[in-house]
């Protein structure tokens, strides 16, 4: 019926999806793990490091390396201003409060962005050196494919391990599990915070360049539905787990991809559906996740 | 002698609710002091308060001569106060190695706290057997230990035990009374809130009884003991 090769390439390019998804879960779970906040903003620093990365180096011409580390850096900045202007005056209120404040500055920033981008696509053109086309038995690819998902996985294994082993990453685990003891131990928890926003917002941002990189095309509105998908991959990974996230974000990025290559053609258009229907079977055979832990209530 | 710790006239509320109403205790250097009373009536605010985690209304507290009442939890954790809090209060999904690691997190010589961890595995040997698990998986026993030996790793000079026997076995009660004198012994004074009021008056200097809120009454252990009212209601008989 299907090839092992147009299986494999569109296993791959699912994979490609999920790196995205991945990478901006990161950001989310860290940051919903601390401050049980679903941060829709979030979605909007794909599309923010998106157009930063085409107005430094497609409108002005400075080399994508330069744009690549300088979105990094746009990334903290933004996430940091995130943190300070938008919740830091919230906590200890209403969970609520902080969520309808991310959905509105969400917003704000979309539409920012469409007064000052316009409502158009932009044409998001890559070097010569990123489009290198490979063709192998199975797998044709070009060589931005191949920086996706290597520096993915780079980024990955180092949050990974600053998680795990850093004194900080122990410090944010601890924050996340119980706030008050946390600050007993002396962690200063706005530090903490400030370091979830802005670690989780550089790669964010990066992950716009690997978005305008790969589908060639970027818009305004660009980070609502993948923003929305990747707190998907959050909760079927299992909500405030690292590990969870990423794993979330690879089913979801195959299981969207595979759906429209697999499935007859008129179901491509249910690619969204699809993935919420994954959510909700996730949920119903494993409530906290895959490899979530079962939440506490918190008092 | 100067106390080492001396609150004065601390009020706290929840919300509109008072919790604390004009509390003055003191706390002398090398004593064991301990907070009696009953469920609610507000040792464990106090603690919290002399933590910083709670804000009084009104009071002071001086620390080794210094108004902290104002300071941020992490200052008071660097001035060397730690809390050992209710409930053990134990990071659950953290190592053991990680939890002891968290008590030394205001500090930053790291040779210092490797041989601090190495003491801490000394004085409870069975942490270090269970080094590397999830701190979750400990007994209540173990994981009362660990949040004291937690404590030890920030080298207070102040250490607030809130509830230390709280759902413990009576052997595992004494057990932990000898290890309470032996900090002590190690240079460490101690504030300690206890229901279980025999044992903690037993080890300490002095005592305050809480009601309400209030200091109802206060004295050496011996006074406190010999009285007729405290002897029915909080020592059983």
Same mark, same amino acid.
């Given at each position: 019926?299907?090839?092992? /090769?147009?299986?494999?390439?569109?296993?791959?390019?699912?994979?490609?999806?999920?790196?995205?998804?991945?990478?901006?879960?990161?950001? #989310?779970?860290?940051?919903?793990?601390?401050?049980?906040?679903?941060?829709?903003?979030?979605?909007?620093?794909?599309?923010?490091?998106?157009?930063?990365?085409?107005?430094?180096?497609?409108?002005?011409?400075?080399?994508?390396?330069?744009?690549?580390?300088?979105?990094?850096?746009?990334?903290?900045? #933004?996430?940091?201003?995130?943190?300070?202007?938008?919740?830091?005056?919230?906590?200890?209120?209403?969970?609520?409060?902080?969520?309808?404040?991310?959905?509105?500055?969400?917003?704000? +920033?979309?539409?920012?962005?469409?007064?000052?981008?316009?409502?158009?696509?932009?044409?998001?053109?890559?070097?010569?050196?990123?489009? +290198?086309?490979?063709?192998?038995?199975?797998?044709?690819?070009?060589?931005?494919?191949?920086? =996706?998902?290597?520096?993915?996985?780079?980024?990955? +294994?180092?949050?990974?391990?600053?998680?795990?082993?850093?004194?900080?990453?122990?410090? #944010?685990?601890?924050?996340?599990?119980?706030?008050?003891?946390?600050?007993?131990m002396g962690i200063e928890i706005n530090k903490v915070i400030s370091v979830a926003f802005v670690l989780g917002s550089a790669i964010a941002a990066f992950t716009g360049f690997f978005w305008g990189a790969k589908y060639g095309q970027i818009s305004y509105d660009m980070g609502f539905l993948t923003g929305v998908k990747a707190f998907v991959a959050v909760v079927v990974g299992g909500v405030g787990s690292v590990p969870g996230a990423m794993l979330g974000g690879f089913i979801l990025g195959v299981a969207e991809i595979l759906s429209v290559a697999l499935l007859p053609t008129r179901f491509a258009e249910y690619r969204d559906g699809i993935v919420f229907a994954i959510l909700i079977l996730v949920?119903?055979?494993?409530?906290?996740?895959?490899?979530?832990?079962?939440?506490?209530?918190?008092? | 002698?100067?106390?080492?710790?001396?609150?004065?006239?601390?009020?706290?509320?929840?919300?509109?609710?008072?919790?604390?109403?004009?509390?003055?205790?003191?706390?002398? *250097?090398?004593?064991?002091?301990?907070?009696?009373?009953?469920?609610?009536?507000?040792? *464990?605010?106090?603690?919290?308060?002399?933590?910083?985690?709670?804000?009084?209304?009104?009071?002071?507290?001086?620390?080794?001569?210094?108004?902290?009442?104002?300071?941020?939890?992490?200052?008071?954790?660097?001035?060397?106060?730690?809390?050992?809090?209710?409930?053990? /209060?134990?990071?659950?999904?953290? *190592?053991?190695?990680?939890?002891?690691?968290?008590?030394?997190?205001?500090?930053?010589?790291?040779?210092?706290?490797?041989?601090?961890?190495?003491?801490?595995?000394?004085?409870?040997?069975?942490?270090?057997?269970?080094?590397?698990?999830?701190?979750?998986?400990?007994?209540?026993?173990?994981?009362?230990?660990?949040?004291?030996?937690?404590?030890?790793?920030?080298?207070?000079?102040?250490?607030?035990?809130?509830?230390?026997?709280?759902?413990?076995?009576?052997?595992?009660?004494?057990?932990?009374?000898?290890? =309470?004198?032996?900090?002590?012994?190690?240079?460490?004074?101690?504030?300690?809130?206890?229901?279980?009021?025999?044992?903690?008056?037993?080890?300490?200097?002095?005592?305050?009884?809480?009601?309400? /809120?209030?200091?109802?009454?206060?004295?050496?252990?011996?006074?406190?003991?010999?009285?007729?009212?405290?002897?029915?209601?909080?020592? /059983?008989?």
């Open positions: 019926m299907f090839s092992l /090769g147009y299986v494999l390439q569109q296993t791959m390019n699912g994979v490609i999806l999920g790196c995205i998804y991945s990478l901006l879960a990161l950001g #989310m779970t860290v940051v919903y793990g601390i401050l049980r906040l679903i941060n829709f903003a979030h979605g909007a620093l794909i599309t923010l490091g998106a157009f930063f990365v085409y107005f430094v180096s497609i409108s002005y011409g400075f080399p994508f390396i330069a744009g690549i580390f300088l979105v990094i850096g746009f990334g903290s900045l #933004m996430g940091l201003v995130l943190d300070i202007v938008a919740y830091r005056k919230l906590r200890g209120g209403p969970e609520v409060a902080l969520l309808i404040t991310s959905i509105g500055f969400y917003t704000f +920033i979309e539409n920012f962005l469409k007064l000052i981008v316009s409502p158009q696509p932009y044409a998001f053109k890559t070097p010569d050196y990123l489009n +290198i086309l490979y063709r192998t038995q199975l797998l044709t690819f070009r060589s931005i494919d191949l920086f =996706i998902i290597v520096s993915s996985i780079a980024i990955m +294994i180092a949050f990974s391990l600053f998680i795990k082993k850093s004194k900080m990453g122990i410090a #944010m685990r601890a924050t996340a599990e119980n706030l008050e003891v946390a600050n007993m949920l119903l055979i494993k409530p906290s996740g895959i490899m979530g832990v079962k939440e506490e209530i918190r008092v | 002698m100067i106390p080492l710790l001396k609150v004065k006239n601390l009020s706290v509320k929840y919300g509109v609710i008072p919790a604390l109403q004009d509390i003055s205790i003191e706390v002398k *250097t090398g004593q064991i002091v301990s907070l009696i009373g009953a469920n609610g009536a507000g040792k *464990t605010t106090t603690l919290k308060t002399i933590m910083g985690i709670l804000k009084p209304v009104n009071g002071s507290i001086v620390y080794r001569d210094e108004d902290i009442t104002r300071m941020p939890t992490p200052q008071r954790v660097r001035k060397e106060i730690c809390l050992v809090p209710e409930g053990r /209060g134990i990071f659950n999904r953290l *190592t053991v190695r990680e939890n002891l690691f968290l008590g030394a997190y205001h500090r930053s010589d790291e040779q210092e706290i490797n041989s601090d961890l190495e003491k801490s595995y000394s004085l409870f040997p069975r942490l270090k057997e269970r080094e590397n698990q999830i701190a979750g998986t400990l007994s209540g026993g173990e994981q009362q230990m660990l949040a004291i030996g937690r404590g030890l790793m920030s080298r207070p000079k102040l250490m607030l035990l809130d509830e230390p026997s709280l759902g413990l076995a009576p052997l595992v009660v004494r057990e932990l009374y000898e290890l =309470i004198q032996e900090i002590l012994k190690q240079g460490v004074t101690i504030l300690l809130v206890e229901q279980n009021a025999t044992m903690a008056i037993r080890v300490s200097n002095y005592v305050y009884l809480i009601e309400t /809120g209030n200091v109802k009454l206060e004295g050496i252990p011996k006074e406190i003991e010999s009285l007729e009212d405290v002897r029915k209601v909080y020592l /059983g008989g």
